[in-house]
């Protein structure tokens, strides 16, 4: 596997959390919002899985989910908001959200690009049976969770069983068309780190997938996209747990890269949680950290690009998605030529 940034050592004792003070010298003296292009609905916690790295801790038990006017609203805001292109659904499971068939058949009929944050294995849920078939037919753009080509790291991450149902859905997407270059089927894959460690390069990373996965079982996919773990919720209790908390925040603080602040997710997404309320991006709202200024949800907005040129919440988390390479939605945020 392509070399991985491990644990900062020694540690910085003098380690500064201070996101926008870190940012002074950089090619943006603050972070404020572009044209806001992608809308990210947090459907449900509801998911059949309960991975360790999970910054939402979504799990079988949750039953947080967005209602049916909201899933409506939604609709709503992308007929009256013709610039954001992508309508981007996650959870937890969001397939296992009633409403979820209802907005992919509603934001597919207005145009719009639709993904699905899936973790594979939901695929062979009670009820879901049709579901691949249903995403292959709407031309949904898949995002799969595979956090790595080896079983054991896969399944200590997320759960005893898991792997070979993923190796499993992921054959079963590639014979519905997924994987092959098929714009309309596009498959892309997530690998995030087990443990406290920076992602690998994605390029090398990429190849290593493909080659692997094609040789073992026969599978094809699009692209390989890397995040790097955030240090909030699970992910920063088992870290703290193990005594590995400071040396992690270390270890991005110092791999702090400016030249992944322009390409932030946060400057182009719109994300809302199942309540309705908006946020800056995922991650801050599961810390629950609210857009800057009055309160807002998609019921008290109509206009969406309301919030360009507006600031953006930051936290010491954001070192997460700006050290090294860099972290969004769509992986790292800088290429290297492999």
């Known amino acids: 596997m392509p070399e991985i940034k491990r644990l900062a050592h020694p540690q910085i004792h003098d380690l ?8 002074t010298d950089s090619p943006l003296a603050s972070l404020v919002r572009g044209a806001p292009t992608t809308l990210q609905v947090n459907l449900t916690k509801r998911c059949n899985l309960a991975c360790h790295h999970c910054h939402v801790e979504s799990g079988p038990k949750r039953t947080e989910q967005l209602s049916r006017a909201g899933c409506q609203r939604i609709l709503d ?6 610039q954001v292109e992508t309508l981007d659904l996650t959870g937890g499971a969001p397939e296992l959200h009633e409403g979820f068939r209802d907005m992919v058949r509603g934001a597919r009929s207005l ?7 899936c973790n594979l294995t939901v695929l062979f849920e009670p009820g879901q049976e049709q579901t691949a078939e249903f995403l292959a037919k709407h031309g949904v753009e898949i995002v799969a969770s595979l956090p790595c080509y080896r079983r054991e790291n896969v399944e200590q991450q997320r759960g005893r069983g898991v792997f070979p149902l993923s190796i499993e859905a992921l054959q079963a997407l590639n014979t519905l068309g997924y994987g092959g270059g098929d714009p309309e089927h596009t498959l892309n894959l997530v690998y995030n780190p087990v443990g406290a460690v920076l992602p690998p390069e994605q390029v090398e990373l990429e190849a290593e ?8 079982f026969g599978i094809r996919f699009d692209r390989l ?3 790097t773990n955030m240090p909030i ?30 390409g932030l997710m946060c400057r182009s997404l719109i994300s809302v949680d199942h309540c309705g309320n908006l946020f800056d991006c995922d991650f801050n709202q599961a810390l629950g950290l609210p857009v800057p200024g009055p309160a807002l949800d998609i019921w008290s907005v109509d206009d969406l690009t309301h919030f360009e040129g507006r600031r953006i919440q930051t936290a010491p988390h ?10 969004g939605c769509s992986g790292a945020l800088i290429q290297s030529s492999g």
């Open 16 to 23: 500064s959390l201070d996101f926008e003070a870190r940012m």
């Open 77 to 82: 805001l992308l007929a009256l908001n013709p």
């Open 111 to 117: 145009g719009r690009r639709v993904i699905d944050r």
């Open 209 to 216: 997938y493909r080659q692997r996965l094609n040789d073992d």
């Open 225 to 227: 996209l890397t995040l």
């Open 233 to 262: 919720k699970r992910f920063a209790r088992s870290l703290e747990r193990r005594g590995e908390l400071r040396a992690y925040m270390s270890l991005l603080v110092t791999h702090f890269n400016p030249a992944t602040l322009p």
């Open 318 to 327: 954001c070192f997460g998605c700006t050290a090294g390479s860099g972290s």
